[in-house]
Each structure stands twice: as C-alpha cells, then as structure tokens.
C-alpha cells in the first residue's frame, strides 16, 4: 500500500523532513542489504494514543543490530524516545512506526568496515495488513524458510525479507492473501511476515523458535494473552498436515496484528470461520491496545498527539 508521508523523520537523535532522509546509491545497505528493522504500532486510546511494546520492539532492534556487529550509537532509552519524539512532532496517530538502523556510504565491498551506522525512525498512517477479521486464504510456499546457521533467524534484518518476499509473491500470484513457509526439514516456520498459531483439540500451539522463526513480539503477546485466559499452550515442531486438520489457524505479528485464517491450500480450517478462541484472544488483544480494557501487561507507552488521523485501509 502507498506510503503517507509525515513531516518529520528521527535521524541519528534529530528530527530532519521527511524529504531529507536520503541516502547514497553506494551505501553498503543498498549493495548487500545489511539493515535491521523493527515494526511497530500506535494505537487511538479514548484518552490519547500508546505505542505498543516500545522497549521490547527497541530491545529487539539493539539485539538483530549486535548479532550483525552493528554497534548502535544509542541506548534503549534513547531509541524508545526517539519514537515517541517522532510520533508527537508528527502528530500522527494511530500510526506505524519504522526504526531501521543500517550501514550508511563508506566503502565498497562485503566487509562492512569504513561503513558508518545510521538510525532512522518514520511514522507514518497505516491500516490492516491482511484485511477484516473475517479470515484469509492462505497457502504452504514452495519457499523454505531460513536454514539454521546461514541467515539468523532471530534477527530482524533486511536480508531475510527477500526470503519473505519470494513467499509473499508466490502467494499473491496465486490468489492467496499470504504464505506459510516451512522450514530445512519441512516443518512449520512462519508467514512471510507473521508467526503461525494452531489451534488441535482446545490446545494452542506455536512453532519453536528452533523451526527458523521470529522471535515476535506479538507472539509473545498472544502466548501471555492465552496464559491468562487459562488456555493449554504449547510450542511444539508442528508438520505441515496439522494445519490441515486444525480447528483454528492464525496468524500474529505488529502488521497482521490478530489475523484468522480462513483456508490453507484450498482446504477450509475448520468450518472456515474465525474460531472461538482465536475470537478470544484477539477480542483481548485489541481491547488491550486500543484501551478498552486496563494494560495489565503494562504494554502501552503513552504518546501526546492532539489530532488523531484517520488511517487508510
């Protein structure tokens, strides 16, 4: 979807115009890719807006940046504010937020070295990623995901999103709304951007991180709303064909949010309508983030924005 544009993006600890947030062609980030990013959300609260796990997001970014040697010339502290800086210069919320830290214009060549580190964060409005909450249709890619020890899984670098991308255009040329990518030995991983929850018999279950996927924040959100409404829950190897005989799948991530899925290779997941806990789950999820019910989990970062935008689809 188009991007709108917002006044002002954070550059290195200043606000600059969104215009004047340019790099070189021969960056090294362009050449080989070597960026970290985070995703994350803004959400309209009755009275304000909050950002959704903003130190948890950030930590997230320090850790990809140092798997990479990136060495990062701020502190959590100093990125979580950044974020809020951004947003409130901008007045725009609810909103998306992108920190991305890369390697800048220095030298050519694979080694990083003589390239310099460049922190960015940009805001920007910005709906639902895979649509309603009426489910979608999905697919198993043809794409692996990630074999363990070639690129880190655990980091969220640009590289990997090429990986992301094959499986997301397969999909859409192919008339789904997404793809599940299954990892070296033919178990479940992820979508190109989401993490993959089943639900077998009452029981709730996630690929291990071990099966090449994220480490997601709003997995880890979904597995302490799930705790909390007492559910079993279980991070387990999944095979392929249990998504064909679950009774809930759906997807969890800072884009797809809670997202149902309705069928997987034209076989409809139950009877092909969002499940009742996969309901339950995502009713606490957004009463949670768009402050209906108190932050329990203490999730929410607040942010002072005057004029809410409205966000397009």
């Not at 362009?30 to 803004?42: K, P």
């Not at 009755?46 to 950030?58: D, I, K, N, T, Y």
């Not at 937020?97 to 694979?110: D, F, K, Q, S």
Request: charge should be negative.
């Amino acid at each position: 979807m188009p991007i709108q544009t917002t006044p002002n993006i954070w550059h290195n600890g200043k606000l600059i115009p969104w215009e004047q947030a340019n790099i070189h062609i021969m960056s090294h980030v362009v050449h080989y890719g070597s960026s970290v990013f985070e995703g994350i959300r803004c959400y309209k609260q009755p009275q304000g807006s909050a950002v959704f796990r903003l130190p948890e997001h950030m930590q997230r970014l320090l850790d990809s940046a140092r798997i990479y040697r990136m060495e990062v010339p701020f502190t959590l502290e100093e990125l979580c504010a950044g974020v809020v800086d951004v947003i409130e210069a901008n007045g725009v919320a609810p909103c998306y937020i992108r920190p991305i830290v890369l390697r800048g214009y220095g030298e050519i060549g694979v080694s990083p070295k003589g390239s310099p580190i460049e922190v960015y964060i940009a805001n920007f409005p910005w709906g639902k990623y895979l649509g309603g909450q009426s489910g979608v249709d999905v697919c198993i890619s043809s794409w692996n995901r990630l074999a363990p020890n070639t690129l880190p899984s655990l980091a969220k670098a640009g590289a990997n999103y090429m990986n992301s991308q094959l499986i997301h255009m397969e999909a859409e040329v192919n008339g789904y709304a997404e793809g599940i990518g299954l990892d070296v030995n033919g178990l479940v991983s992820e979508g190109s951007g989401e993490n993959v929850f089943v639900v077998r018999n009452g029981v709730l279950y996630t690929p291990p991180l071990a099966n090449s996927a994220l480490s997601g924040i709003t997995r880890d959100s979904v597995l302490t709303i799930a705790r909390h409404l007492g559910l079993p829950v279980t991070e387990q190897a999944l095979p392929r064909e249990l998504l064909y005989i679950a009774d809930e799948v759906f997807f969890s991530g800072t884009a797809a949010e809670v997202s149902p899925i309705r069928s997987i290779d034209r076989i409809l997941v139950g009877d092909g309508k969002p499940g009742e806990i996969t309901k339950k789950i995502a009713d606490e999820f957004f009463a949670i983030v768009n402050g209906l019910k108190p932050d329990r989990f203490g999730w929410l970062t607040p942010v002072k924005v005057s004029n809410n935008e409205p966000v397009t689809a």
